[in-house]
T-cell receptor, first 115, second 111 residues
Framework: GAVVSQHPSWVICKSGTSVKIECRSLDFQATTMFWYRQFPKQSLMLMATSNEGSKATYEQGVEKDKFLINHASLTLSTLTVTSAHPEDSSFYIC???????????FGPGTRLTVT | RKEVEQDPGPFNVPEGATVAFNCTYSNSASQSFFWYRQDCRKEPKLLMSVYSSGNEDGRFTAQLNRASQYISLLIRDSKLSDSATYLCVVRMNTGFQKLVFGTGTRLLVSP
């Protein structure tokens, strides 16, 4: 199966700082990448969808200026949480999809704690 | 109303038991259906797709009723290793084929 990695796996940062999370497809080209957020005991919620080389499409209620997404290549997408606040503490998961295959391949997730 | 609804559980069952999970979805434009498994603090992993004709994979059987917008998962002969949260997932018929996740049903299998 296709493998997606995320880095870091967990991060603690202070309120007001920015954090960058990387998502890489290791053995396939991810033409589309998805970013999800999961709060405790809640479902995964799609934050945004990005295609390589174009701007991300954000879901309703997700601030695009706070959650910066870059999909510069077919194997790398980054999510930057700017001016993080404690309420941004969550489990962030990315997934990659290929053009002709509808399945999404999930990364292992990044646990963000903002103090 | 949530797009995908599940009973959060937990379902506590002994080893060897049969357990069934249900899920309903609200958007009739939903295109594809899946069950994922998520272990604590891990990413979701695809368990199986769900087809209208029903499909089986070992001890797992999934059913879809499009008319009722209802999806089910049956686990037979439960193992301790089946303990996890089971997510009902729907793919929308939109440009990016996005996935919509239910909150999940937690299963605890005890010895």
């Amino acid at each position: 199966g296709a493998v997606v990695s995320q880095h870091p796996s967990w991060v603690i940062c202070k309120s007001g700082t920015s954090v960058k999370i990387e998502c890489r497809s290791l053995d396939f080209q991810a033409t589309t990448m998805f970013w999800y957020r999961q709060f405790p005991k809640q479902s995964l919620m799609l934050m945004a969808t990005s295609n390589e080389g174009s701007k991300a499409t954000y879901e309703q209620g997700v601030e695009k200026d706070k959650f910066l997404i870059n999909h510069a290549s077919l194997t790398l997408s980054t999510l930057t949480v700017t001016s993080a606040h404690p309420e941004d503490s969550s489990f962030y998961i990315c997934s990659g999809g290929r053009d002709s295959v509808y399945e999404q391949y999930f990364g292992p997730g990044t646990r963000l704690t903002v103090t | 109303r949530k797009e995908v609804e599940q009973d959060p559980g937990p379902f506590n069952v002994p080893e060897g038991a049969t357990v069934a999970f249900n899920c309903t979805y609200s958007n009739s434009a939903s295109q594809s259906f899946f069950w994922y498994r998520q272990d604590c603090r891990k990413e979701p992993k695809l368990l199986m797709s769900v087809y209208s004709s029903g499909n089986e994979d070992g001890r797992f059987t999934a059913q879809l009723n499009r008319a009722s917008q209802y999806i089910s998962l049956l686990i037979r002969d439960s193992k301790l290793s089946d303990s996890a949260t089971y997510l009902c997932v729907v793919r929308m018929n939109t440009g990016f084929q996005k996935l919509v996740f239910g909150t999940g049903t937690r299963l605890l299998v005890s010895p």
